[in-house]
Nanobody, 115 residues
Framework: QVQLVESGGGLVQPGGSLSLSCAAS????????MGWYRQAPGKERELVAR???????NYGDSVKGRFTISRDNAKNTVYLQMNTLKPEDTAVYYC?????????WGQGTQVTVSS
């Protein structure tokens, strides 16, 4: 079955950096569109970043210039480098995979930006 396992969340001070990883299994990773979404308490889930099989990327407006998504097909892993973090980046971050006309989700990892 498809599994997406996120890691790397935690507590960081405003202005700091954090890197998330998502290891995928059960899909042909190299052809999957991978993404990161987030959901803050009381808010809807929103797109953070996506990366296609051809390495095209797009970002949510609130993270452009601060976050970078990348992928390593040899490791079946997608990454999210988050810089200049703000308190409003606090949320549960979810890894997603779009493969064979289906969407799959990880269990989420908490990112808290606070002093």
């Amino acid at each position: 079955q498809v599994q997406l396992v996120e890691s790397g969340g935690g507590l960081v001070q405003p202005g700091g950096s954090l890197s998330l990883s998502c290891a995928a299994s059960g899909i042909i990773f190299s052809v999957a569109r991978m993404g990161w979404y987030r959901q803050a308490p009381g808010k809807e889930r929103e797109l953070v970043a996506r990366i296609t099989s051809g390495d095209s990327t797009n970002y949510g407006d609130s993270v452009k210039g601060r976050f970078t998504i990348s992928r390593d097909n040899a490791k079946n892993t997608v990454y999210l480098q988050m810089n200049t973090l703000k308190p409003e980046d606090t949320a549960v971050y979810y890894c997603s995979a779009h493969f064979s006309w289906n969407d799959y989700w990880g269990q989420g990892t908490q990112v808290t930006v606070s002093s």
